[in-house]
Structures are given as structure tokens and as C-alpha cells.
């Protein structure tokens, strides 16, 4: 059965570094999605993306993030200086169409020290 | 803007027992989704069950099912025969689909231990 993946599943970084968190979306799918979760928290919308542009953003997500689909296969999410408030659990999703289930890959831990 | 609500940090049940976990939201749109995720340790996202608001029949799989009300804006979740395997965290999610936005909209989640 097709599934999203997602590396690292953990990821280790000091506080100002840059990340890039690496999500290979189910291989028809076009729509793609970040999610965050802090530890104890609820999951929260970060971003949606499809047709190479950002079709939906949270408060949350700022400057301080970026997407891409550098290739036909890759959805990245880059955080630029991060913060000890970043570490958490990052999902991604994908779905065929925009009116589709979003299939959810095993996220990725980001530790900012 | 939606909201949703889950009244339960915590839910015991003993094996083999049902037990019921509560979600409600709200919405103005007339068409959504709803699902039931569950999070066991391993922090992964496992789709439970869903629900079309559109279809008045309630969502059945296997031990999970659903009762949806709309007018009361409920969405439970009751999970019968109860198994260790599903102790996890359980989280509610609402989507719209009229809105032209299609995120998920999640509930702060239900932890739920099964006694053996």
C-alpha cells in the first residue's frame, strides 16, 4: 500500500541553525501538507501547497519557513533560524484531490538545543 | 472560523468493554468532513474512521463506529470490544470543503488507557 514517508525521523539541531525536513508524498497525489505538533499538544496546520505555489498558511507559519517540491517526487520544508519553540513533531500529508483524505507520513522529531 | 472541542483529556476502559470519546465542533459550513485519528506511542497518525456530513448514516469500521449528530454538531467516537492495542492518544478532525480551505482542524485529543 502507497505510503507517505518522511526524513529524518529525528533530527537533532542547535538553536540558529537551518533544517530542511524531507517528505516524499504518495506518488499521484498532488496535494501536500505540513503539520506541526508539540509535545503534549494538539497537531496544527502549517501549510498547504499544489501546483508548485502555497495555496494555504497558518499565523504560524512565517519567514522562518519555506516549502518546495525541488523535484517530481520531494516536498521539503526548510526552517531558517531555528528556535528552542520549533521543536516538535513535523507531519506531512498528501492527497489525490483538494476534496480527498489526507494520508499522514510518521513525522519527523525537530530537538532545537 | 471552525473550532474543535474534546472534553476528555483522559479515558479509561477495561478490556474487552466499550467506551465512547466525545468531539464536537463548529461550523457554519453545510458540507465537511470528520475523522478519527488515533496516536499511539510511536506518535504516528493513524486514520480510524471517517464521516461525510452530507450522509446521515453513521461510519462504521470494524470495533470503531460513529454517532454523528449535525444539528448538535457531535461527532463520538465508540470503540467496542475493547483491545490493549488501542490505548493511544485519539484525536477528532474536522475539513471543510465549501470554504475553499481543506486543512484539518484538530482537537486537543483524548489519551486513552485500557486496563487489562
Known amino acids: 500500500e502507497p505510503e507517505v514517508t518522511q526524513t529524518p525521523s529525528h533530527q537533532v539541531t542547535q538553536m540558529g541553525q537551518e533544517v530542511i525536513l524531507r517528505c516524499v508524498p504518495i506518488?499521484?497525489?498532488?496535494?501536500f501538507y505540513w503539520y506541526r505538533q508539540i509535545l503534549g499538544q494538539k497537531v496544527e496546520f502549517l501549510v498547504s501547497?499544489?501546483?508548485?505555489?502555497?495555496?494555504?498558511k497558518s499565523e504560524i507559519f512565517d519567514d522562518q519557513f519555506s516549502v518546495e517540491r525541488p523535484d517530481g517526487s520531494n516536498f521539503t520544508l526548510k526552517i531558517r533560524s531555528t528556535k528552542l519553540e520549533d521543536s516538535a513533531m513535523y507531519f506531512c500529508?498528501?492527497?489525490?484531490?483538494?476534496?480527498?483524505?489526507?494520508?499522514f507520513g510518521p513525522g519527523t522529531r525537530l530537538t532545537v538545543l | 472560523a471552525q473550532t474543535v472541542t474534546q472534553s476528555q483529556p483522559e479515558m479509561s476502559v477495561q478490556e474487552a468493554e466499550t467506551v465512547t470519546l466525545s468531539c464536537t465542533y463548529d461550523?457554519?459550513?453545510?458540507?465537511?468532513?470528520l475523522f478519527w485519528y488515533k496516536q499511539p506511542p510511536s506518535r504516528q497518525m493513524i486514520l480510524v474512521i471517517r464521516?461525510?456530513?452530507?450522509?446521515?448514516q453513521n461510519a462504521t469500521e470494524n470495533r470503531f463506529s460513529v454517532n454523528f449528530q449535525k444539528a448538535a454538531k457531535s461527532f463520538s467516537l465508540k470503540i467496542s470490544d475493547s483491545q490493549l492495542g488501542d490505548a493511544a492518544m485519539y484525536f477528532c478532525?474536522?475539513?471543510?470543503?465549501?470554504?475553499?480551505?481543506?486543512?484539518?482542524?484538530f482537537g486537543t485529543g483524548t489519551r486513552l488507557k485500557v486496563l487489562a
Open positions: 501547497f499544489y501546483n508548485n505555489e502555497i495555496s494555504e
Open positions: 506518488s499521484n497525489h498532488l496535494y
Open positions: 500529508a498528501s492527497s489525490e484531490l483538494y476534496v480527498d483524505e489526507q494520508f
Open positions: 461550523t457554519s459550513e453545510s458540507d465537511y468532513y
Open positions: 478532525a474536522y475539513r471543510g470543503s465549501t470554504s475553499g480551505t481543506y486543512k484539518y482542524i
Open positions: 464521516q461525510e456530513a452530507y450522509k446521515q
